[in-house]
């Protein structure tokens, strides 16, 4: 007897254009979407490197008029978004290109929402439906971690709470996705390491959630087949073009994974991490992802699941123990070679706080998602597990 097919509804909503350079394609691909006007979303790092520039430079030949929007933060809020929208409905464009990383990708997103449909980010909560149709969004990442470019959902932190609040709609997934490597070549290392943990993170947690189903698996088992051998790699050298490609590819096959399976406790663990204590979200999600592993496995199901990732691994074994192990093991050890702490003691953070943090943790959304219920409790376990790792 085999287990019953969970039901689906599948249609890729994002175009992806994979290939060393293809920013040069930009214009070519924005035009045949019929728009003429558009605000290149980006930040001043970016700017500063030139990979916007190229992109522009690619729109003006395709006779687009270019708009050009670069303060967006590192952890997009409300009021980056509504700046993001306040020019692009000044400007009257017609579509919108972010050059950048999640932050810029989610920013552009927040605001074709504000653009098109009025209100606040607060009324785009979790998934809704729209009144009016988006403008075209084109994304161009420069970082392989968020997976943004394929996903149609923003991360958006209340100016006021620093809440980060989920906002998507099914069409707001970008229209088209350009996968160059070129444009990652010059990412510092610690953004190389924090968002390569976050792509990881979630090829490990998309493959065994509760929502997990036959079409979101393939795309998790593929996003940690090559960024398990990318990763490494572009932490020793970062101008390693083709595993700079294979993280930005793993990148957006575990976005793909996450619009259908969403993700588990252990990015329940660190939102409440970013908010308090500055964690960037990848070390966040990176810390605290084996010690979840081992809790999680546990359950047989769940077992058998990472043992399938573990297998995947460079001369791992067949035997579910060693190959769960050996996943933890990987797991530990890109944390240790990222050179980021590896422990959360590294923050001001004592036991008194963990009970506060692990109650935030238990109404994040991606809880109820984990495979193996988590109480309160449990993720305050799991926040101690990680504050001094020899313990456990
Ligand atoms: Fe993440």
Known sequence: MREPLAEFDWKPPTRVVCGRGCVARLGELVAAEGCGRVLVVTDPGLTAAGHPRRAVESLERAGIAVVLFDAVDENPTTADVEAVRERSAAEQVDGFVAVGGGSCIDAAKGADF???????????RGRVGLERPLLPLFA???????????????????????????????????????????????????????????????????????????????????????AARAFPRVLADGDDLDAREDMLVAAALAGVAIEASMLGAAHALA?????????????AVGLLSPHVVRFNATEPATRSRYAELGRLLPGAGGDTDDAVEALVGFLEECLTTSGLPTALSAWSLDDDAVGPLAAEAATQWTADFNPRTVTAADLAALYRAALDPRRS
């Open 114 to 124: 504000l653009v098109t449909n009025g209100g606040e980010m607060a009324d785009y």
């Open 140 to 226: 161009v990442p420069t970082t392989a971690g968020t997976g943004s470019e394929v996903q149609s959902f923003a991360l958006i932190a209340s100016e006021a709470t620093h809440e980060k609040m989920a906002c998507g709609d099914p069409s707001a997934a970008p229209r088209i996705a350009l996968l160059d490597a070129e444009l990652c070549a010059s990412m510092p290392p610690e953004i190389t390491a924090t968002s390569g943990l976050d792509a990881l993170t979630h090829a490990v947690e998309t493959a065994v959630t509760r929502a997990r189903n036959e079409r979101s698996t393939p795309y998790s088992h593929a996003a940690f087949r090559l």
């Open 271 to 283: 939102n409440p991490l970013t908010r308090a204590l500055d964690v960037p979200h990848g070390l």
